[in-house]
């Protein structure tokens, strides 16, 4: 066992499982590195991190996490530079919003030095599992879970901190087709819409199958009162170009999260002179615009997802189909700049990248 400089234990695997990954072909969420990190949180205190070999956990039939939801998870990406160094995309802001989720379902905050030291080091570790092709990247996934063997309900007084990461591709390889939900509810003003709970995402799971069982590959959520304003989509915020101006849906009632990649494009779109309106969006906007042949452009944004560009919507029975992709000119342009960022294919201006 050897102790790094940051104080975390590393027990480095015995046998390296790099020979199985193929780079060519990648599936996400397939394939996990060699390591993994974890942090245990008892009598009021984080313990000292540990690096170990990636699997399974042990767990006892009454952890509470599995009985009353207390699991929050984040999702990051680490690029690798064309100088051969490895860079990650903004995870200060993602160990922030973590921070956010463990308030609002009661859990410890952790520590910026067990998040973002614990990624650095976990990566070092696994390097050659970040993977060298365009589109590629290696996905970081930290995840909080109530540990105490007890099932009576209230909030868990321990806590395990994991991190895993696994190498990814394309999350989407061709522009996805959407289905406008309308009766089924994701979040309400005052719930956990804005966190990323496990919660939220189980909620999710049979919309979403029925959605896809139907030919389309993934669902857009509206309001829960009149069903009249879009709000996500199930892995992804949403954008809508509408004769020029970026429209957004606005996170002011809690019900939509808070993307680390949406920031980044409404930062790119401010930069690049278009106008962003961050504000409630309407169904019937969209359809009218539509119509009137104003919608130029569609796409969803999410780390998993990066910028995935949207080729019809459905709503009510009616199709919303989308110009072709080679005529936008503003979406297209955005993911290259984003891209290029975190690829280290040109300066990053906004210090955004948290080199490893």
Not at 74 to 92: L, M, N, Q, T, W
Request: glycine content about 8%; proline content about 5%.
């Amino acid at each position: 066992m050897s102790v790094s400089s940051l104080n975390i234990k590393v027990t480095p695997t015995s046998q390296s499982r790099i020979s199985e990954l193929d780079q060519n072909n990648l599936v996400f969420g397939k394939q996990y590195a060699d390591h993994m990190l974890a942090c245990y949180y008892e009598n009021g205190e984080w313990n000292t991190p540990e690096i170990i070999p990636f699997g399974d956990l042990s767990l006892s039939p009454a952890t509470s996490f599995m009985h009353y939801g207390q699991a929050i998870f984040e999702g990051i990406k680490a690029y690798r530079h064309p100088d051969g160094s490895i860079a990650v995309f903004r995870p200060e802001d993602n160990w922030k919003r973590m921070n956010v989720s463990a308030a609002r379902l009661d859990m410890p905050e952790i520590p910026a030095e067990i998040f973002l030291d614990g990624i650095k080091e976990l990566i070092k570790l696994d390097a050659a599992w970040v993977p060298e092709g365009e589109n590629t990247s290696l996905y970081i996934r930290p995840f909080m879970l109530g540990m105490d063997e007890f099932i009576g309900v209230r909030s868990s007084l321990s806590y395990a901190f994991y991190i895993i990461t696994s190498p990814a591709g394309a999350y989407y390889s061709k522009p996805v087709r959407i289905y406008v939900q309308d009766q089924y509810v994701r979040a309400v003003p005052g719930g956990i819409g804005f966190t990323k709970a496990a919660g939220n995402y189980g909620a999710s799971m049979l919309p979403t199958r029925t959605v896809k069982e139907m030919g389309y590959d993934q669902v857009l959520w509206t309001d829960a009162f009149e069903h009249k304003y879009v709000q996500e989509i199930g892995t992804m915020n949403v954008f809508f170009i509408v004769d020029g101006v970026a429209l957004t849906p606005n996170l002011d009632e809690g019900t939509i999260l808070a993307g680390v990649t949406r920031d980044s494009i409404i930062t790119l779109l401010k930069e690049n002179g278009i106008e962003v309106q961050e504000r409630p969006i309407s169904i019937d906007e969209l359809v009218e615009a539509q119509k009137s042949g104003k919608l130029q452009e569609a796409f969803g944004s999410g780390t998993a997802a990066s910028m995935s560009f949207i080729s019809d919507l459905t709503y009510q029975g009616e199709t919303l189909y989308l110009p072709e992709i080679n005529t936008w000119s503003i979406s297209p342009k955005i993911k290259k700049q984003l891209d290029d960022i975190r690829y280290g294919r040109t300066p990053d201006t906004h210090g955004w990248i948290f080199r490893i």
